[in-house]
T-cell receptor, first 113, second 113 residues
Framework: QQQVKQSPQSLIVQKGGISIINCAYE??????FPWYQQFPGKGPALLIA?????SEKKEGRFTISFNKSAKQFSLHIMDSQPGDSATYFC????????????FGQGTELSVKP | KAGVTQTPRYLIKTRGQQVTLSCSPI?????VSWYQQTPGQGLQFLFE???????NKGNFPGRFSGRQFSNSRSEMNVSTLELGDSALYLC????????????FGEGSRLTVL
């Protein structure tokens, strides 16, 4: 019940295309859903996050779509650029869990020029 | 503002030895969390410290321990190292009262031979 399932494991997108990464969770106690971006040799960096009271959040080219009833959320990267090539992790956190995040397995995104 | 600093960045140990990793959080952050990252298991939560007290703990054996000092700096220790402990150990800090929004360091890469 603590798992967060992420797909696909890897993704290749042409420059200018849309990258879509999906996640699903089981624990309804989760109420904060962040996405982290990790470049090789670096730690993960918070990209964008959403709470279940909204269905969509957009920041620049990055959008989170959230479906509370299906317990699913996704990251959309519009106009994907080679600089977006990185590993993306979805995660979930609960109100009383402090710094404890449950991460998905990650998606390695490659944007081809 | 300086980010999360982890030392050492790389280290090699042999089975049976112990290791201590250090983390300096972002100034003003009182929460420090530790994660283990491996290709097979992904990002897994080890434990979190807040105001020198362990607030949350993941599912790792007792060989993994940590502590936090009054200046919020944290250390984690792994005793009786096993080959499977080879991993990137990431430290993340966060603000008090803000859960899920973590700022990661670049990690300490531990290789156990």
């Amino acid at each position: 019940q603590q798992q967060v399932k992420q797909s696909p494991q890897s993704l290749i997108v042409q420059k200018g295309g849309i990258s879509i990464i999906n996640c699903a969770y089981e624990n309804t106690a989760f109420d904060y859903f962040p996405w982290y971006q990790q470049f090789p040799g670096k730690g993960p960096a918070l990209l964008i996050a959403i709470r279940p009271d909204v269905s969509e959040k957009k920041e620049g080219r990055f959008t989170i779509s959230f479906n509370k009833s299906a317990k699913q959320f996704s990251l959309h990267i519009m106009d994907s650029q080679p600089g977006d090539s990185a590993t993306y992790f979805c995660a979930a956190a609960g109100y009383n869990q402090g710094g404890k995040l449950i991460f998905g397995q990650g998606t390695e995104l490659s944007v081809k020029p | 503002k300086a980010g999360v600093t982890q030392t050492p960045r790389y280290l090699i140990k042999t089975r049976g030895q112990q290791v201590t990793l250090s983390c300096s959080p972002i100034s003003g952050h009182r929460s420090v969390s530790w994660y283990q990252q491996t290709p097979g298991q992904g990002l897994q939560f080890l434990f979190e410290y807040f105001s020198e007290t362990q607030r949350n703990k993941g599912n790792f054996p007792g060989r993994f321990s940590g502590r936090q000092f009054s200046n919020s700096r944290s250390e984690m220790n792994v005793s009786t190292l096993e080959l499977g402990d080879s991993a990137l150990y990431l430290c993340a800090s966060g603000l008090a009262g803000v859960y899920g929004e973590l700022f990661f360091g670049e990690g300490s890469r531990l290789t156990v031979l």
